[in-house]
T-cell receptor, first 111, second 117 residues
Framework: GESVGLHLPTLSVQEGDNSIINCAYS??????FIWYKQESGKGPQFIID?????DKRQGQRVTVLLNKTVKHLSLQIAATQPGDSAVYFC??????????FGTGTKLQVIP | GAVVSQHPSRVICKSGTSVKIECRSL??????MFWYRQFPKQSLMLMAT?????????EQGVEKDKFLINHASLTLSTLTVTSAHPEDSSFYIC?????????????FGNGTRLTVT
């Protein structure tokens, strides 16, 4: 079936460096993508989203890039901080209510 | 501020008993709420879509008679795990979409950790 997956299960980054978290999706009908951050024992927290008519969107310290040709999504975090340590999920949807989540990447920030 | 409130945050119950989890949409009328389930170190899996005033829509493989969903008002959806067993132990999370279109993000509650002994 259709799925959303991630390349790296765990990413360790030095504090102050930039982080890049990747996500591959397979549903070509998906046209809305979201990144979530989940801290231990909590529900996912919305970070940033992007629609398929865009290839880049920037927020505060975060940037999402979308490459529809290869069905790839990435989240870039600038100047990574200890508080950024969490599991990050990409999610996608396409013209229907259901939102499908990727497998998640654990980001570990080394002080 | 929080968009979704979920209660309880943790619950321990004995095998064979039922547990009710509440999900409240704060300051927002939600005709639709979504219930997810998450096992340790795994992703979120959609269980069902809760529809106000009508039956919930369950995902394939989710037993509707075991996971009872009631969405009686625009601000409250409940998930009842009936005759719980240890394999039902999991993290249950509800969410709402505050926008009117599908291309608006879901906002999640802080989840309920269910442990069945």
């Amino acid at each position: 079936g259709e799925s959303v997956g991630l390349h790296l299960p765990t990413l360790s980054v030095q504090e102050g460096d930039n982080s890049i978290i990747n996500c591959a999706y397979s549903n070509s009908a998906s046209d809305y993508f979201i990144w979530y951050k989940q801290e231990s024992g909590k529900g996912p927290q919305f970070i940033i989203d992007i629609r398929s008519n865009m290839d880049k969107r920037q927020g505060q310290r975060v940037t999402v890039l979308l490459n529809k040709t290869v069905k790839h999504l990435s989240l870039q975090i600038a100047a990574t901080q200890p508080g950024d340590s969490a599991v990050y999920f990409c999610a996608e949807t396409g013209g229907y209510q259901k939102v499908t989540f990727g497998t998640g990447t654990k980001l570990q920030v080394i002080p | 501020g929080a968009v979704v409130s979920q209660h309880p945050s943790r619950v321990i119950c004995k095998s064979g008993t039922s547990v009710k989890i509440e999900c409240r949409s704060l300051d927002f009328q939600a005709t639709t709420m979504f219930w997810y389930r998450q096992f340790p170190k795994q992703s979120l899996m959609l269980m069902a879509t809760s529809n106000e005033g009508s039956k919930a829509t369950y995902e394939q493989g989710v037993e509707k008679d075991k996971f009872l969903i009631n969405h009686a008002s625009l601000t409250l959806s409940t998930l009842t795990v009936t005759s719980a067993h240890p394999e039902d132990s999991s993290f249950y999370i509800c969410s709402v979409r505050t926008g009117s279109s599908y291309n608006s993000p879901l906002h999640f509650g802080n989840g309920t950790r269910l442990t069945v002994t």
